[in-house]
């Protein structure tokens, strides 16, 4: 069931005597893919937390104190890629969002996001990670290093769009091809990435806060 930003969403839910928790974008990515899939977390760290309102604290005060939680499904990311040195594709999942740069991060190209945060900037305000896309924020290689640092320092509010150097989208699927970049993952980092193609995988995993 996919909801939309700024509305209600999640439904009372008994805290769950084996809720494990983790602390990343990246854990949550992993958890969906281990054989501990199906046992039930929260977390406490990353753009799935800031989207959600969590923070480190209030989640420790629930589930410590309390007995009674808010459940969410959230969407997930499925990323088909390749390397200019792989000769299969490879598969990845991703809970927040990645970054396709040329080089540093002021060379970003492409912006997927499930949650809209980047780095703690709200780069893509009206995405949520159940809204059911992945929302898509593509930047014109012709800004300028004033015009980008301008854009990122209004990002902090997501005061920076509409902007005529960038073009915001969202998708279920989105497919992305160029010269050899960088993409920064959930905070990790995957060399000479060619193409990638995305689909969203909706309500892919359950979050307790």
């Known amino acids: 069931m996919t909801i939309r930003k700024l509305g209600p969403y999640g439904t009372p839910a008994s805290r769950p005597s084996n809720l494990v928790t983790k602390h990343s974008d990246y854990e949550v990515a992993r958890h969906f893919n ?9 977390v406490t760290k ?3 937390a800031q ?6 604290e209030s989640i420790i ?3 410590q104190l309390e007995q009674q939680m808010t459940l969410v499904n959230i969407d997930l990311m499925q990323l088909e890629y390749r ?21 540093t991060a002021l060379s970003t190209s492409l912006i997927l996001s499930n949650s809209g945060i980047l780095r703690g900037r709200d780069v893509l305000p009206r995405a949520h990670p159940n809204d059911g896309f992945v929302d898509v924020l593509e930047i014109d290689q012709e800004i300028t290093l004033r015009q980008l ?6 990002s902090r509010t997501g005061s920076h769009l509409p902007h005529p150097h960038f073009r915001v989208s969202r ?8 010269s050899p970049s960088k993409m920064v993952a959930d905070g ?14 909706a309500d892919a995993i359950a979050i307790y806060f």
């Open 61 to 63: 005060h629930t589930s």
């Open 188 to 201: 990790v980092a995957y060399a000479g990435v060619v193409s990638l193609q995305c689909t969203v995988l």
């Open 51 to 56: 989207a959600l309102g969590l923070n480190r």
């Open 171 to 178: 998708a279920t699927e989105f497919q992305w091809s160029g």
């Open 149 to 154: 640092a301008l854009a990122w320092s209004r």
């Open 83 to 103: 390397t200019d040195t792989s000769e299969n594709s490879i598969f990845l999942i991703v809970a927040g969002t990645l970054a396709m740069q040329r080089r």
């Open 46 to 48: 990353g753009s799935i």
């Open 34 to 42: 281990s054989d501990a899939r199906a046992t039930p977390c929260t």
